[in-house]
């Protein structure tokens, strides 16, 4: 309850035990969040079926002179950086990410910047401020809301991904940023495990330091940045529409 508005709550908590009372089933993205509707509706478990998502077919590794290109034209974001995509809420962790990353750029001697992208939401002050706290204002940038046409280029032209979610019921920009051949470094909590196997980095979201080891990691090693690169890819290609598609159609059926 403490990760979204108090609008959204109160129309969660009003409708949502009225609808699941009228459910012949239910669909989710992930086992865990089946378990998690279990737990709070004590909804029967044969009733609920799991449908992963999956990324689309725009996110696949494209030709990163390109890529660059694009990042430095549109969204003057220039050289190495680590990307994050997605919401802003609290629940995201991106004031670990902005933590982990000053801790990082200390130990990590060539120049790197920290890309957060997505809509700046009320927490965006929060998050600008602690940048500023930490004097690394120069090198945190947030583009904002980035199209769906110049996304997979973001992606591409990022050396790795992160995404220290301390809540996910899937976790889709982990699989988007696979799809693009990009190293990821995620939480071991919720759903994220199960949805991205032993193809990322895995670590504890409240550990600001095992994230900046991980992602000094995959910056100096590069036998484990190939790794991860070819695991990413090969495991983002076992997700499909076309599966998703054919798995909410048997529900129905």
């Known amino acids: 309850p403490k990760t979204v508005s108090d609008r959204y709550l109160n129309l969660f908590s009003e409708y949502i035990p009225k609808i699941i009372s009228q459910c012949d089933a239910i669909i989710t993205v992930s086992i865990f969040s089946k378990m998690d509707i279990i737990k709070a509706f004590n909804y029967p478990e044969e009733k609920i079926y799991v449908t992963p998502l999956a990324s689309e077919s725009i996110y696949r590794p494209l030709d990163k002179m390109i890529s660059k290109y694009i990042a430095k034209k549109y969204y003057s974001i220039k050289g190495d950086f680590i990307l994050y995509v997605g919401g802003f809420s609290p629940r995201k962790n991106i004031m670990g990410i902005i933590e982990s990353f000053s801790k990082l750029i200390s130990l990590y001697k060539d ?9 700046r939401g009320k927490s965006y002050s929060l998050y600008k401020k602690c940048a500023e706290k930490l004097n690394i204002q120069d090198k945190v940038i947030f ?3 980035i199209p769906i046409n110049h996304l997979p280029y973001i992606y591409n032209a990022a050396k790795l991904f992160v995404y220290p979610s ?3 019921g899937f976790g889709l920009p982990p699989i988007e940023a696979m799809s693009c051949g990009i190293p990821v470094i995620t939480s071991n909590t919720t759903s994220i495990p199960e949805v991205v196997g032993n193809s990322a980095l895995l670590i504890d979201p409240r550990n600001y330091d095992e994230l900046c080891e ?8 590069k036998k484990l940045y ?10 983002a290609s076992q997700f499909s529409w076309e599966k998703t598609a054919e798995d909410t159609l048997a529900v129905y059926d």
């Open 166 to 168: 301390f809540y996910e």
């Open 226 to 235: 190939i790794d991860l690169s070819k695991r990413g890819i090969k495991r």
């Open 111 to 119: 120049p790197i910047s920290l890309v957060i992208v997505g809509n």
């Open 143 to 145: 583009p904002g809301f």
């Open 214 to 221: 991980s992602m000094l990691n995959v910056l100096l090693d």
